[in-house]
């Protein structure tokens, strides 16, 4: 046994988590246990304020819930991350908080830095670099950043995974599947099945920190063309599994930019970088960022975007996108054989006349701000919680009809197009969203679609979609 091996753990938040690579029973257990003392104690506060009159301080709730999900890292601050995305979803106390879990999570200690840098790139790592910060500059759910210079005096940011995150991952996961099949016991309205499956396939993809370097070159390859987008170079040489090196882009947070006094003008410009950031790969080659959080992206002095964290890819067959530009022209001509077509494309099953109109009022809520030619507001004239009264009519009649189960390829589109949708609400941008879509979509043709997907998956060693 060597000494690396036989080393003692260096601090107590670094035991926590186990053993490096540990998915058994054990680090699950320690999993369990540290969600429910942390998280369920918090609940105990709520419920204890709502029902039984007992005193509530909602700041310092949010502070301890903050540091509870933080402390958790993985998944369930993923959950917390969303819902901090989705403005009046919470309490402003609670977004404020978790907000800061997008940049500003509890970090590792020093003690484990130097040990996973050990075993990432040798006993001799730090001779790799000029300098490299021991503490983090930014901490999220499955990983830290630290500042670093490279020996050719390139400013880089080096993202360190979190020990133990297989069995993080797969506890809450378990976790996840057993709150679904309650969820299921007592609402039929959505069968969460698939969007189970899909959510596990993509958590399990991001713990391969090599294969989200080949995801950034891809994008790079992609969005070479946009001058409003910026992506890092890797640095592979200083990459591994669970070491992701690449050049580091300044830039701000975009609630900071916001709260600036800025110009509509500015605001504007942002949301159509951010737009095209996102849109451009996926209606030209059938790819789509699937994790729009604001803490995977930041503002340069410009106005242009960086795109970070490129984790939660999702490539998607070529006739998915036909049917997403399908559906739009469906709603627009109010053609309600296209508008099936393109859900069996998309791979719903079973659509009677009335579960197609439910589906339609959640897709006319989606696709409303491109269907008009002018400028506008995302939400138009709505207030900002206009999309959950739209989702709770959909959910009633989900309910009433007996359900529906979204095919997986659903799941992270329709996350992406919530999440961006948030992103030019704190934007409070003002654009023509349907010249911007019809400047993407004019010339589309699945064929071509299908040889550039091939071309650049090809290119980065990337898999054909199933």
Not at 70 to 85: D, E, R, V, Y
Not at 194 to 221: F, K, V
Not at 298 to 326: A, S
Request: net charge neutral; glycine share 8%; with cysteine.
């Amino acid at each position: 046994m060597s000494q690396q091996d036989s080393e003692l753990p260096e601090d107590d938040e670094a035991a926590d988590f186990g053993r490096e690579g540990d998915s058994r029973l054990s680090g699950r257990v320690r999993r369990y246990a540290k969600v429910g003392s942390s998280v369920g104690g918090l609940a105990a506060q709520v419920v204890g304020a709502r029902y039984l009159g007992l005193g509530f301080d909602r700041g310092k709730h949010s502070s301890d819930l903050k540091a509870a999900l933080g402390g958790l890292k993985g998944p369930l601050m993923k959950a917390a991350q969303i819902l901090a995305t989705i403005p009046d979803a919470l309490p402003k106390e609670y977004a404020e908080e978790l907000r800061q879990l997008q940049s500003n999570a509890p970090s590792m200690g020093w003690p484990f830095v130097k040990r996973r840098m050990r075993s990432e790139l040798g006993a001799d790592w730090e001779k790799q670099f000029k300098s490299f910060e021991r503490e983090a500059a930014a901490a999220a759910s499955l990983g830290q950043v630290h500042r670093a210079v490279a020996l050719d005096g390139r400013k880089l940011a080096c993202k360190l995974q979190y020990p133990d995150m297989l069995s993080a991952v797969e506890a809450d996961l378990q976790q996840l599947k057993i709150l679904f099949g309650i969820y299921r016991r007592y609402d039929r309205a959505i069968d969460p099945s698939n969007i189970y499956h899909e959510l596990a396939e993509r958590l399990r993809e991001e713990l391969d920190y090599e294969r989200e370097g080949r995801h950034m070159q891809l994008y790079q390859d992609m969005l070479r063309g946009e001058k409003g987008v910026h992506v890092a170079d890797l640095v592979p040489e200083l990459s591994t599994r669970r070491l992701l090196t690449m050049t580091w882009l300044e830039g701000r947070p975009l609630l900071d930019f916001v709260k600036d006094d800025v110009t509509v003008q500015q605001r504007n410009a942002v949301a159509m970088n951010m737009f095209r950031c996102w849109y451009v790969p996926f209606y030209f080659f059938g790819i789509i960022h699937g994790d729009p959080h604001l803490g995977n992206y930041t503002i340069r002095e410009d106005g242009t975007v960086n795109l970070l964290d490129f984790g939660c890819i999702r490539v998607f067959p070529p006739t998915f996108v036909k049917g997403v530009i399908d559906l739009y022209f469906a709603l627009e001509r109010d053609d309600p054989e296209l508008a099936v077509e393109a859900y069996r494309i998309w791979g719903f099953t079973n659509l009677s006349k009335d579960l197609l109109a439910a589906l339609n009022l959640w897709a006319a809520f989606l696709y409303a701000p491109l269907l008009e030619d002018k400028p506008q507001k995302i939400m138009g004239d709505n207030g900002s919680l206009y999309g959950a009264k739209v989702a709770g009519e959909v959910h009633k009649e989900l309910r009433r009809l007996g359900g529906v189960t979204p095919p997986r390829e659903f799941v992270l589109m329709d996350r992406a197009a919530v999440g961006l949708g948030s992103v030019f609400m704190h934007l409070d941008a003002e654009i023509n969203w349907h010249q911007m879509f019809h400047d993407l979509i004019r010339d589309f043709d699945v064929k071509d679609l299908e040889k550039r997907q091939a071309k650049v998956l090809k290119a980065r060693d990337l898999p054909l979609p199933k």
